[in-house]
């Protein structure tokens, strides 16, 4: 067994020790992951910080593999036949890639299929997979570990629907409580004799005995799967949404109710153009959303968000130790991107520490955005000086970054907007600015003019750092500069401050020390 050994570092203070070069992390970063469900066979590849990983390879294929199976007891053969090949171009891909072992899992089409083993060994026998075939409990449970993968401190419960199945699985205290699976796939349902009538009161009656089981469920409702990103794209194109990321989109019970009208309402094919959803994801909207009009009538929840973190994710999420599971996934990627495309990786740090004045009775839940915003301020730097603070925005709020409320990416996402640029008007994300309040808004301008100014004036991390300090009774913003920085108190570095302090409202004082 290897032994790692770890230096003496300097104090981490708020951020912690850095994790993702240590070993036993680093053994996390490309991994391969397919899962074989019901509607679909897909694969992904993680990469870069694991605990908050990127996808470095994703792809997906429409196999069906679940169409018929209440009918004939056994997989859709042409869904078969997708699947074998779709496999062989993944093992394919997984060995140019130089991959581990690709982890291979499937759940309620190849469990309940009769002839489920066999294509587990002919597919073994055909690509060296070795497919492991999990039941709905356990597919439950990592569907809700993919969900604790990008909220570490989530509460509620887990609605997880694929093809041929329903999963549900209580979270909270970063643990997975109780879970129930049951036959309330779309392709199932659409057996259902009797029409949409029909439908509904098998619906009814298996939601009511999901919630004898597991009691009132008030908290949120996390939904994780294909069919419910596809109902959360038809309600962001009612509502007229401006940022079309699904992971963290949120919904309440009403604004359901008014998206299954307006779908009932609507011409199908209409809707599923304008919304970018795929036909055969579109064909089985209608089937998703009975489901869901039950099941929100059937256990109140308070609030509704959508997880694109599902069963991959879990898997991965299986393989951390504890100690990185319990890390912030937004600044562990934010530090990431840090060192791997600032000019100074460590310079984020220093920066916090300088402009944390500024904020000192935030909350800690604007305190990590804080961290995030001075992690990233540098990584675009590369990019045109006249496009650069568009572009710092754009990758931000449309970033495959966990634990980011939307309100939260258009927070960082402005602050680093002000660190580029001074004023903002007039460009094509002011409707995405509506979705953060005028105080987030006011807060996220004085973050990115404080790091506009601290960044003229360092650009060493074992530099003397000056201070801020604001009287905000008096109007008064301080700064004190160790005279060996003055030479970099330029003209331009005098104007970012004028600007902060305008923010502030404050008048500012100059105070030169040693």
């Known amino acids: 067994m290897e032994q790692v050994i770890e230096t003496v570092t300097p104090d981490w203070g708020p951020f912690g020790r850095p994790l993702f070069d240590d070993p036993s992390v680093r053994a996390l970063s490309r991994v391969g992951v397919v899962d074989v469900g019901s509607n679909s066979v897909r694969m992904v590849v993680f990469d870069g910080a694991a605990r908050s990983p990127a996808y470095f390879y994703n792809e997906k294929i ?3 593999l679940g169409a018929g199976l209440s009918e004939t007891g056994q997989l859709n053969p042409s869904g078969r036949d997708r699947a074998l090949a779709a496999l062989r171009r993944f093992q394919h891909l997984a060995q140019d890639l130089h991959l581990p072992p690709l982890h291979v899992v499937a759940t309620a089409a190849v469990r309940d299929a009769t002839d489920g083993p066999d294509f587990c060994a002919e597919v073994e026998r055909e690509t060296g997979l070795h497919i492991s075939v999990v039941d709905g409990e356990e597919e439950a449970r990592l569907s809700a570990q993919g969900v604790l993968l990008g909220w570490p401190g989530a509460y509620g419960l887990i609605c997880d629907i694929g093809g041929s199945s329903m999963e549900l699985a209580e979270i909270g205290e970063g643990e997975v409580g109780r879970r129930l699976t049951s036959a309330l796939g779309p392709l ?65 019970t009403k604004q359901v109710r008014e998206t299954v009208k307006f779908i009932e309402r609507g011409d199908p094919e209409t809707l599923r153009a304008a919304a970018g959803v795929s036909g055969s994801r579109m064909a089985l909207v209608p089937y998703a959303m009975d489901v869901l009009t039950r099941l929100i009538r059937t256990f109140k929840p308070k609030d509704i968000a959508i997880s694109s973190y599902g069963i991959r994710e879990g898997l991965l999420y299986e393989q951390m130790p504890q100690r990185l599971r319990d890390r912030d996934p937004l600044v562990e990627a934010s530090r990431f991107a840090e060192a791997k495309d600032a000019r100074l990786p460590g310079f984020g740090k220093k920066l916090f520490d300088f402009v ?149 409202d404050a008048e500012t004082r100059l105070i030169t020390r040693g």
Not at 199 to 208: G, L, P, S
Not at 219 to 247: N, Q
Not at 392 to 397: E, L, R
């Open 356 to 504: 944390m004045p500024l904020f000192r009775s935030a909350p800690e839940t604007q305190v990590r955005l804080i961290k995030a915003a001075c992690l990233l301020h540098d990584v675009s730097w590369r990019a045109h000086p006249d496009y650069r603070a568009e572009i710092c925005f754009d990758n931000v709020t449309r970033a495959n970054l966990s634990g980011l409320k939307h309100s939260e990416r258009v927070f960082i996402g402005l602050a680093l907007q002000h660190r580029y640029r001074n004023k903002r008007d007039g460009n094509q994300f002011d409707p995405l600015y509506a979705l953060l309040d005028e105080k987030g808004q006011k807060q996220a301008e004085i973050l990115g003019k404080a790091m506009r100014f601290g960044a003229m004036l360092w650009m060493q991390n074992d530099a003397k750092m000056g201070k801020l300090r604001l009287y905000p009774k008096k109007k008064l913003l301080e700064v004190t500069l160790p005279k060996a920085t003055l030479p970099l108190y330029s003209e331009v570095a005098e104007a970012r401050l004028k600007s902060l302090a305008s923010a502030l």
């Open 188 to 252: 199932k349902l659409r057996d259902i004799k009797g029409g949409r009538s029909g439908r509904k009161a098998h619906i009814k009656q298996v939601m009511e005995e999901l919630r004898s089981q597991l009691g009132p469920q008030r908290d949120r409702l996390f939904l994780v799967g294909g069919s419910w990103r596809a109902f959360a794209r038809l309600d962001m194109l009612r509502r007229g949404y401006p940022l079309k990321v699904l992971h963290e989109y949120r919904m309440t």
């Open 62 to 64: 429409m196999c069906a």
